[in-house]
């Protein structure tokens, strides 16, 4: 009995012990743990490269967008000197033609033209003109860079040439209407060049009518060099449109521009005139009024100030309609803009 006592003891001691800690999850399934830590550094690594290529591309989109604006901009300077001596240099020094993307190549060679054009230098323009074409994907910069070249061709009076230059089918007018317009008014002007009036007024027509109302906000499109506006574009549209028309046709013309554009108020303005002169008096009364109703806080002031930049047949247009509405309209007086 004394024999065993210390066993029972023992076994006694052994029962109160505390049992052994368990092992962490990561060290009884090691094999398991190592994957899942594997998989979540792979997918945090994933995640921050892909972040970094989004936020490159963003740096690179916004870079190549800055550049574009810069090269557009060098119209500014071509106004300034006609002679075309600044803007060619730039592009010779500033942007060469090989240290540009291809998708600018074509601009430079627009830009080119353009300052060509401006010096009188017609030939070397025409043919800067075909090398923009040439250089430009299909799309939109393509006819953007068919139209330019066919109106350089137009100024040198090549009408069948400048017809040929607009080779390719037009755009899709549903989504780019602006550039339909364009090649509409140019196909026109050969039209009309070849007193062929009734055709031009239909080209002009039917580019008309496939303009949305109301015309898209966003509409814009960098073309001969300048950013052209919608409003600016189809109010150009609706004035070649009524040169063509009787009055009637003029006066319904100047209405739908209203519709077209109807919160600029250089447009109402414009189809105020051309509602006076088609004899429709109460509809240019009502246009100018909602010109004034645009710029309600400097109504009268702005429609001064466009007033001093009119042509003169027109600001005259423009003071008797004022009159009548009881505006005092001076040609003669600066306005501000």
């Known amino acids: 009995m004394d024999g065993q006592r210390p066993r029972v003891e023992q076994a006694q001691a052994g029962a109160k012990a ?29 995640a921050l490269v892909m972040a970094w290529m989004d936020r490159r591309a963003v740096n690179e989109a916004d870079e190549h967008l800055a550049l574009q604006k810069k090269m557009e901009n060098l119209s500014i300077p071509l106004q300034q000197d006609p002679s075309g001596t600044v803007v060619l240099r730039a592009l010779e020094e500033d942007y060469p033609l090989a240290g540009l993307p291809d998708d600018l190549r ?36 393509r006819e953007l860079a068919q139209l330019e070249h066919a109106r350089m061709l137009l100024r040198a009076k090549r009408n069948d040439e400048a017809l040929g230059a607009l080779r390719d089918p037009p755009s899709d007018l549903d989504t780019i209407p602006l550039v339909g317009v364009f ?3 140019t196909r026109a002007t050969v039209a009309v060049r070849q007193e062929q009036r009734e055709q031009a007024k239909g080209l002009l027509a039917k580019a008309w009518g496939g303009l949305a109302e109301p015309l898209p906000a966003s509409s814009e499109v960098f073309f001969e060099g300048h950013d052209w506006t919608g409003a600016e574009v189809v109010f150009a549209l609706a004035r070649d449109l009524a040169d063509l028309q009787d009055p009637e046709g003029a006066a319904a013309t100047w209405r739908r521009l209203l519709r077209v554009a109807p919160g600029d108020a250089r447009v109402a303005v414009e189809a105020a005139i051309g509602l006076e002169a088609a004899g429709a008096s109460s509809d240019a009364e009502a246009a100018l009024g909602r010109a004034r109703e645009i710029n309600a806080v400097n109504g009268a002031a702005y429609l001064q100030a466009l007033l001093t930049r009119m042509e003169a047949d027109r600001a005259a247009s423009l003071e008797a309609l004022a009159q009548k509405a009881g505006l005092s309209l001076k040609s003669g007086e600066p306005g501000t803009r």
């Open 183 to 185: 090649r509409a008014q």
């Open 106 to 141: 074509g601009l430079h060679h627009r830009m080119r033209a353009l300052a060509l054009a401006s010096a009188g230098r017609l030939d070397e323009a025409i043919a800067a003109g075909a090398e923009a074409v040439n250089a430009e994907s299909p799309g939109v910069g």
């Open 18 to 46: 505390p049992a052994a800690a368990a092992l962490p999850w990561r060290l009884r399934h090691p094999v398991l743990s190592r994957s899942l830590l594997y998989g979540l550094g792979l997918v945090l690594l994933v």
